[in-house]
Every structure is written in C-alpha cells, then in structure tokens.
C-alpha cells in the first residue's frame, strides 16, 4: 500500500534534521494560518499562484531561490564548522549525515538556487527589455516555475522523511547505483532534479523563442541589449544541454528499479559512460549559469558609469563563441581517469581557449569604465567586486585546464577553492547585482543602499576569508568531502575558513535586514518616474512595477540603448509627442494550470521515491487530465479596453515629463 | 518584411551603412508557437542521441548473452517501418484536411494514422515481450538494456503521439478548427513528423547495421 515508506524512514535517532524540519514545518504552517486568518489567500491566488504574467513569474522564482539560499548555506556552515572541529576527532557530524549534507548543499546551490535566480531575472526582464508584452508562452511558463518548486519541495521533505543521497552532487556510479546506495536517497535526488529539469528545459524553449521572434518593431539582433544576448545564449545551453540530463538520470533510474545495466559494474555496463553524459551537460551549464551573470554586470557597469558599453560587438561575438565552445571540453572533468594525453590536451586547450573571449569581455567592462562617469551605487559595488574576485577564479581554472597539474589537483580542495569562486564571484555576485539593479523595477521603490553595501563587504570580505584558505589546504593535499582529518598543518587554515563563514553569514544578514529596512521605508524610497539608476535599455521606459501589459505602445527602437536614444531625443522634442491612439490590449488570463501540474507532479514524484505504485498512477493522471482541461479553455485572453489603458500610462507619462525636464541638470 | 533604406535614422545607429532590414516587431502567433515546438522537437532529438551513444557504446557488451543478430526479426522491423511511414503521409493528409477544414477527411486520415500507429505499438510490444520470454530482458545484458531503453524511448512517444492523436480528434469534434486548435494541430503534425524521422535512425543504426545485413 505505501511501499518502501514506514516509521522507520523519519529519524527519530537524528536530533539536527528533527528539529530543523520541525521549524520549518512550524514556520510553514504558521505563515499559512497568518494567510487565511488574515484573508490574503485570494489575494496570493489570483495575484501571484494562478498568475501568467512573467514578472511576476520572475520575482517567484527569484523568491524560491532566496529561500533555498539560506537552505544551502546552513549546510555549508554545518560543513565549515565539521571541518574546524573534526581535527583528530569525529566532529559533531556523523559521517552519514555529513556526507548528505555535502551532497545536497551542491544540489541545493546549483539547481534551487543559482538557476531558478538566474531564470528568474531573465523571466523578469528580458521581455521588458524586448519592448514586448510577455514571453512567448505565458502558461507554459508559469509550468516550468512550479516544476521547479516541486523539485525543492522533494529535496527538502528528504531532510525529514527518509534521506537524502550520499554520493555527491553528480551521483556517480556505481556509488548510486543499487548495490552501493540502497536507501532511497539517490531516488530523491534523481526526481527531484529530473522533475524540475522538465521545468527548466520548458523555462529555455521559452526565452529562447521569446528572444528569436518577440521583439518589439526596430529590435534588430545588434539593438539588444547585452543582458538578452546573454540570455538567449544561456537558453540555448539549456535547451541542447538539459535533455542530455533527463536522459542521463532515466538510465540511471532504469538502472536502480528495473535491473538494467548502463552503469554497473556486472553484465557489461559502463561506468566512464556517466561521467561523460553527465558533464556533457555538467561543464554547459556552468556557464548557462555564469552567461546571464555576464550580462547583468554588462547592464550594470553601463548604466552606472554613464556610458554605452564598450565593444558591443566584440561582446556579443565573445558570448556566443562561449556558448558554442562550452560544449567542447566536458572532459577536462576526468583528465585523470586514462583517457590519454592526445585527448587531454586537446581538452586542455580548448578549455583555456574559454580564457580568451571571457578575457574580452572583462577588458570591454574596463574600458566601458574608463573615462566614465563612476557612481558607486550597490549594484555597482558587486560588478566591480565580480571583476576583481572572477579574475582569480579564471586563473585557477587556467591552471587546472593543464593536465600535468590537474592530476596533482583534482579533487583536492583546491579544486572547490576554484568553482566557488567562479560560481559565488561570478554567478551570485552577478545575481546580487541584478537583484539591487532591477528590485525597483519590479517593487516600484529602491533597496536600502547603506544596508547593501554593508551587504557587500560582508559578502566580498567573507568571501576571500573562506575560500583562499581553501586553495593553500588544496595545496597542502587535502582532498574533499572530508568527514574528519589528522594533519595538522590543515587545521588553522581550516578554523579561519570557519571565520570566514561567519563573516559571509552576517553579509547575508545585513541583505535580509536590508529588505526588511527598505520595505519599511518604501514611501521615502519611492521610484515614481521608473527610471531610478539613469538606465539605458527599455525596462526603464515604463512605470515601476511596470502595468501588466508593460509597454502601451510597443515601442520603436532606432539603435543600441533604445532608452537611453529616446530620453535623449525627448529632452529636444516634447516626450511623446505623436503618440498614436491607445487601443485595448488582449493579455493571456490566469491559469491554475501550472500550481495544479505541479500539486500532481510532487505526489507523482514522492510516489515513485517510495514505490507507490497506486499513487504514480494517480498523479500521472491527474497532470494529464490539467493539460486537457486547460486545452479545454475557451477564452485565452481578456482584454484591457482602450480607456484604462490609457489612465495606467497617462500617469506614467505625468511623472516621466517631470524627470526629462531634470535629466538635463544632471 | 519591410526593407528600408537607413538613411532617416542613420545618425541613431553609426554601425549601419547601407541598406539593412528593419526588424518589423514580434512574430504572429502562429508562428511563435510552431517555432517554440521546433525547439522543444531539437531538444528532444538531443535526448534521444544519448540513447543513440549509449546503444553505440554497450552494443558490443553482450555479456555472453545473444548479439542483435540473434534476436532481430527483420520481417517484423519491415511491417513496423512500413507502417509508421505510411501513418506519416496519412498524418500530412489530416494536416490539409485541417487546412482546408474538411471534418469528414480530417476525421478519415487521423483515424488511419492512429490505427497504423496502434499497429506499430502492437508490433513492437510482441518482439519485447517475445525476447524477454526467452530471457532476453534488458537486464540480460548491456547490450540488451540499451537496445530496449532506446527502441522503448521511441515506443513511448508513440503512445503519448497516439494519446495526442486521440486529444486532437476531439477537440476537432468539440471546438471546431478554430485558430488555437490548428496551432496545435500544427504541432502534433511536427511531432509526429518527427518521430518517423528518429524511427529511420533506430531502423538504420538498430536493426540494419545490428542483423549484419
């Protein structure tokens, strides 16, 4: 009747996930009793779950990677203060429990944190910047964020019910495979990511599509802004690199409950052919990751040195060449593991090749500095603090893409030292700085900014104090994911990695009393002309939040920095002077469709963890009777007559003249 | 399209000399939707050449167990072949009967097509169920589980095409051939298009080259 699943699988003997289950338990359902006692359930209903619309859609996503931040970084305190402690001793983990921490802080980081933030601002921004009203397919979209949600959602019911893998965030076999992880851990992790990679790979058709062929009238390829340059890139690796990860983890499922044999080690099965699938996707999407970040800090030295960006062209040209050589040096993950030295240095120089476009893109940011006029705004502070931190990183990569010196370093620990330092310096920094850049956009007033740049010095500060300390024990030979050690020369180095925790804790302190100081005071933080940072691309052409139909015209665009042109003309001629006649505007209307995909998608994949053959059934059942009723629908769109139309923008328009006939004093 | 000369609005954008076209604004929709189901159609092609690799690969792990040249039915594979080709004229028939909005015709050639399609399901299903009752199950061998995963993956397309067919048919019946539907319908037609296509890849790299012809 319910499978594998009894008493036995909550961990009543495991006092630590006990209680932080419990909490969180207490916290959800207290914030659900605060919702309906307080009447707001309708208001989240129609406003926010039900909701197609892509900012709102965006801030969602960008809220579930919040979450999941503070998820992934109380295990990766657990595991720094493990590694202070566990100097000669077994430290206050047991190795079981540890080694699910580190799994899941990978999984965690990578998949609910880093890509739902990334997808989350692109989902927020990208069609604003097109000039266009939506994305190409709003239902589907609000799909693909729900999926994603129900993959966390799995991952953190692991925490009280059952387990949740021991095998590192790739899940290698034959460790994953049956013989060697019996326990339902690795089911969690495989579901759980294959169910929210349905909602990625759906999240990459969408913007991809919606860059190719939405794009408001004069939006030539060379008129948009770097941030959908990037973007289209990043979704394009997401859409050639993702179903490389669906079909990877089916074999391994197939694997685990039906006897096959891709990757075990009896009747032929082949081992080396995970590693090789799996960082086929594994080494694209570091950079699906990193590209969107390239862009936002491309948006944000602009706009914040006053200046065009430098070598556009030369940009788009180094973004597209990373995209399409991402794919070519998976294998510099295993240079060790006998492929030979034509092979490796092959991968070896196509993977310092990166090196060259990432260079010039790094010296385009500089010179769109030099000779610019400087303000030292948040967003800012994390752009620059990218650059310095990002260059480092890039260089331990260079150094690890040499094989001789890869076999000395690989798995060591200087090889976390380095994709934390690309991954924090280069993807979080880059999504801190789209958060502090487009907050207003999106909420209609500003953040805080003493609180943010104490933010940032906590963060940028911590962040060296944790992680160098990493490449000398890296060095020193300490490998990773280790319970418990007994050399001594690693141990100081380890403690003031602890301290560095600490002091990155306190910058992600300061970030949420930021949020909070500035919610308080949102009246005086008010961005009423919905262009608070001077930008240059169109987001900032319309209100802050922007109206659902974003743009009441379509806009014309005439060259690079469509905004920027306009305001510039505006200041000679009146703004808008020849405006057509407003006319009623069709949106797509709301659809449950996707929470209730999802509600089926999370019993469905629970089901399948624990062999709940009824329940499989039962959930697969009910997502496919969601589609066909949503297929069902006669009316897809309402429409927003003429007259409203016009009220929304008229008052828009109002508060724009006041700051064109300011710019000039600036 | 519109081409127009930059010469009005040359001084806005100095990269531009000469004649460019002028991007006319965001696609129609019917457009967009077929254009993001060609994506979705690559994306899925993707997946299905890692079951190609893995077949590549495991094909000689036999693990003393049977080689395809033991356990392949040509005679099956050919009736197979010929009817999901076959259900792909008569799925381009339904396509222009949809065009031309012919219930009677449209009705007629997606009735065929799922029935050539249940027949190839049918097929497929007796030479799996055949081998793994001789003991050849896809967990006999490598070689064995790559052959079924991949074959199977196809199969399974099948069935969610079919299931297609089935939802298309009434909503025909229910809504008529009003605009969204033909979208879709455009869609199913792509889908199953290109399932035949990945079926000629199975056929070719599976069973030709496997039964050593």
């Known amino acids: 009747?319910?499978?594998?699943?009894?008493?036995?699988?909550?961990?009543?003997?495991?006092?630590?996930?006990?209680?932080?289950?419990?909490?969180?338990?207490?916290?959800i359902l207290a914030v659900l009793a605060w919702v309906v006692v307080k009447g707001h359930l309708p208001y989240l209903w129609n406003e926010w779950i039900t909701s197609v619309d892509h900012k709102r859609i965006g801030v969602m996503y960008v809220l579930l990677a919040s979450v999941m931040l503070l998820r992934g970084g109380s295990d990766a305190i657990m595991m720094r203060i493990q590694q202070a402690v566990a100097y000669q001793s077994q430290g206050y983990l047991p190795p079981e429990h540890y080694n699910q921490i580190f799994s899941a802080h990978g999984t965690i980081m990578i998949f609910f944190v880093a890509m739902p933030f990334v997808i989350g601002l692109m989902n927020l921004i990208v069609p604003l910047q097109l000039g266009v009203r939506d994305v190409a397919f709003p239902t589907l979209n609000s799909v693909g964020f729900w999926l994603t949600a129900t993959g966390a959602l799995l991952v953190n019911i692991s925490l009280v019910v059952g387990e949740f893998a021991r095998t590192g965030w790739l899940a290698f076999p034959p460790l994953s495979e049956l013989s060697y992880s019996p326990g339902v851990g690795v089911d969690y992790y495989a579901w759980s990511l294959q169910i929210s990679g349905v909602g990625t790979l759906v999240a990459g058709i969408n913007l991809v599509t919606t860059v190719l062929k939405l794009r408001t009238k004069g939006m030539n390829y060379l008129r948009m802004p770097m941030f959908c340059w990037t973007t289209l890139a990043s979704n394009l690796l997401i859409v050639a690199a993702f179903p490389i990860l669906t079909a990877t983890l089916a074999?391994?499922?197939?694997?685990?409950?039906?006897?096959?044999?891709?990757?075990?080690?009896?009747?032929?099965?082949?081992?080396?052919?995970?590693?090789?699938?799996?960082?086929?996707?594994?080494?694209?999407?570091?950079?699906?990751?990193?590209?969107?970040?390239?862009?936002?800090?491309?948006?944000?030295?602009?706009?914040?040195?006053?200046?065009?960006?430098?070598?556009?062209?030369?940009?788009?040209?180094a973004t597209m060449a990373i995209c399409v050589i991402s794919f070519m040096v998976?294998?510099?993950?295993?240079?060790?593991?006998?492929?030979?030295?034509?092979?490796?240095?092959?991968?070896?120089?196509?993977?310092?090749?990166?090196?060259?476009?990432?260079?010039?893109?790094?010296?385009?940011?500089?010179?769109?500095?030099y000779g610019g006029r400087i303000r030292f705004a948040t967003p800012m502070l994390w752009a620059i603090g990218f650059m310095v931190t990002f260059i480092i990183g890039g260089l331990t990569g260079v150094l690890l893409a040499v094989p001789p010196a890869d076999f000395i370093l690989?798995?060591?620990?200087?090889?976390?030292?380095?994709?934390?330092?690309?991954?924090?310096?280069?993807?979080?920094?880059?999504?801190?700085?789209?958060?502090?850049?487009?907050?207003?956009?999106?909420?209609?007033?500003?953040?805080?900014?003493?609180w943010g740049k104490a933010a940032f010095w906590f963060t940028f500060t911590g962040f060296f104090v944790t992680f160098m300390p990493l490449y000398i024990v890296g060095l020193l030979g300490m490998t990773r994911r280790m319970q418990h050690y007994d050399v001594a020369a690693w141990r100081p180095w380890m403690i003031v990695a602890a301290i560095g925790m600490a002091v990155l804790t306190i910058g992600v302190i300061c970030q949420i009393v930021q949020i909070v100081v500035s919610v308080r005071n949102r009246e005086a933080l008010r961005d009423r002309t919905g262009d608070p940072w001077d930008g240059?691309?169109?987001?900032?052409?319309?209100?802050?939040?922007?109206?659902?139909?974003?743009?009441?015209?379509?806009?014309?665009?005439r060259g690079e920095d469509a905004y920027w042109d306009m305001k510039a003309k505006a200041r000679n001629e009146a703004l808008a002077a020849d405006?057509?006649?407003?006319?009623?505007?069709?949106?797509?209307?709301?659809?449950?469709?996707?929470?209730?995909?999802?509600?089926?998608?999370?019993?469905?994949?629970?089901?399948?963890?624990?062999?709940?053959w009824w329940m499989v059934i039962l959930g697969g059942l009910g997502a496919w009777a969601t589609f066909v009723l949503f297929a069902w629908r006669d009316h897809d769109e309402y429409v927003i007559p003429a007259a409203e139309v016009a009220a929304i923008d008229r008052v828009n328009l109002e508060e724009r003249r006041g700051l064109v006939s300011m710019a000039g004093t600036v | 399209m519109a081409m127009t000369a930059t010469a009005g609005h040359a001084h806005a954008d100095p990269h531009h000399i000469g004649l460019v076209i002028e991007h006319p604004g965001p696609a129609p929709k019917r457009i967009v939707t077929a254009y993001g189901f060609w994506i979705f159609l690559l994306s899925d092609i993707v997946m299905f050449s890692c079951f190609f690799a893995a077949y590549a690969v495991l094909v000689g792990q036999t693990a003393d167990g049977p080689k395809g040249s033991e356990i392949f039915e040509p005679r099956?594979?050919?009736?197979?072949?010929?009817?999901?080709?076959?259900?792909?004229?008569?799925?381009?028939?339904?396509?222009?009967?949809?065009?031309?909005?012919?219930?009677?015709?449209?009705?007629?050639?997606?009735?065929?097509?799922?029935?050539?399609?249940?027949?190839?399901?049918?097929?497929?299903?007796?030479?799996?169920?055949?081998?793994?009752?001789?003991?050849?199950?896809?967990?006999?061998?490598?070689?064995?589980?790559?052959?079924?995963?991949?074959?199977?993956?196809?199969?399974?397309?099948?069935?969610?095409?079919?299931?297609?067919?089935?939802?298309m048919m009434a909503q025909v019946f229910a809504k008529g051939f009003r605009a969204d539907i033909l979208r879709r319908m455009t869609c199913f037609a792509l889908f199953w298009h290109a399932l035949d296509i990945i079926w000629v890849a199975v056929f070719s790299v599976v069973y030709l080259l496997g039964s050593g012809v």
């Open chain 1, 579 to 612: 405006r057509p006649e407003y006319q009623d505007i069709e949106m797509p209307r709301n659809s449950p469709t996707g929470f209730v995909c999802a509600f089926f998608a999370t019993i469905m994949g629970f089901a399948l963890i624990w062999h709940i």
């Open chain 2, 76 to 167: 099956y594979v050919a009736i197979e072949t010929v009817c999901l080709l076959l259900s792909s004229f008569t799925c381009g028939m339904a396509s222009i009967a949809a065009d031309v909005r012919n219930r009677f015709w449209f009705y007629l050639s997606m009735s065929v097509t799922c029935v050539l399609g249940l027949i190839f399901l049918v097929l497929e299903f007796r030479e799996f169920a055949d081998l793994i009752a001789r003991g050849y199950g896809p967990s006999r061998s490598a070689f064995l589980t790559a052959f079924f995963s991949l074959v199977g993956c196809h199969g399974l397309h099948v069935s969610a095409g079919v299931l297609w067919l089935l939802t």
């Open chain 1, 330 to 369: 998976w294998l510099h993950h295993f240079f060790t593991m006998g492929a030979g030295p034509n092979v490796n240095a092959i991968f070896g120089i196509a993977s310092m090749i990166i090196a060259v476009p990432t260079g010039v893109k790094i010296y385009n940011w500089l010179f769109t500095m």
């Open chain 1, 1 to 27: 009747m319910l499978g594998k699943l009894d008493w036995s699988a909550i961990p009543f003997d495991q006092p630590i996930p006990l209680v932080a289950g419990g909490v969180v338990l207490v916290a």
């Open chain 1, 410 to 450: 690989h798995n060591s620990m200087f090889l976390v030292a380095h994709f934390h330092n690309v991954i924090i310096g280069g993807v979080l920094f880059g999504a801190f700085a789209g958060f502090e850049y487009w907050f207003p956009k999106a909420f209609g007033f500003r953040l805080d900014e003493r």
């Open chain 1, 536 to 557: 240059r691309s169109l987001e900032w052409a319309t209100s802050s939040p922007p109206p659902v139909f974003n743009f009441a015209f379509n806009p014309d665009v």
């Open chain 1, 251 to 317: 074999m391994l499922l197939l694997d685990r409950y039906l006897g096959f044999h891709f990757f075990t080690n009896e009747a032929g099965g082949n081992v080396m052919m995970f590693m090789n699938l799996i960082w086929a996707w594994g080494h694209p999407e570091v950079y699906i990751l990193v590209l969107p970040a390239f862009g936002i800090f491309s948006e944000v030295v602009s706009t914040f040195s006053g200046k065009a960006l430098f070598g556009y062209r030369s940009m788009v040209l």
